[in-house]
């Protein structure tokens, strides 16, 4: 298999592009970037540039930003916390996070991610992919532990759409300095 191309994005950071294998620096990458949810680098490209069996980004939170809205779905997701410090919210329970701590989640198990402590956060995510995930069961439970938190849905759904309504995405490049 040969080397995928890195093409440059409308946002100035660059993307791979096509199936095959590539090194790419997440400083130079495509950042998704929400004022309510932090800073999201998933490192993949479109089509045959996405990533077939394992989702994989980094996540950039500040205190009381989630990751995430609070979900459950059909396929293992793992978090680690490469820097700062967190707290998981697991099946309606509190859990603090800090450094080089695992947040393993077997299929099925309801979770989400809040930055904590003093300054940001930085989390690399992983999670399963494949034909098997073709009908993707997820949901978005009105849980009150991660509504307190600004991490859930005001009601049930399993409508990613509805779950993340009013918050605001944009693509930019990497800003440096955003960990201190």
């Not at 191309?5 to 592009?17: Q, R, S, T, Y």
């Not at 800073?39 to 205190?63: H, I, S, T």
């Not at 399963?128 to 439970?141: F, I, N, T, W």
Request: hydrophobic share 35%.
């Amino acid at each position: 298999m040969g080397e995928a191309a890195l093409v440059p994005n409308d946002d100035g950071g660059v993307k791979p592009e096509g199936n095959g294998w590539f090194v790419l620096n997440a400083k130079d990458a495509r950042w998704t970037v929400s004022p309510e949810l932090g800073w999201y680098c998933a490192w993949e490209g479109d089509g045959d540039a996405r990533f077939e069996q394992l989702g994989m980004n980094l996540n950039v939170m500040e205190p009381g930003q989630p990751m995430t809205m609070y979900h459950g779905e059909n396929a293992q997701e793992d978090f680690v916390v490469i820097y700062g410090e967190c707290i998981a919210i697991v099946e309606g329970q509190e859990r603090p996070l800090r450094q080089w701590d695992l947040l393993h989640c077997p299929p099925g198990v309801q979770h989400a991610i809040v930055g904590a402590g003093e300054g940001p956060s930085l989390v690399l995510a992983v999670g399963a992919r494949g034909p098997e995930m073709d009908d993707h069961e997820l949901v978005y439970p009105a849980d009150p532990v991660a509504r307190a938190h600004g991490a859930a849905a005001e009601e049930t759904t399993s409508d990613p759409r509805e779950a993340y309504k009013g918050f605001s995405f944009e693509k930019k490049a990497y800003e440096e300095g955003r960990l201190r």
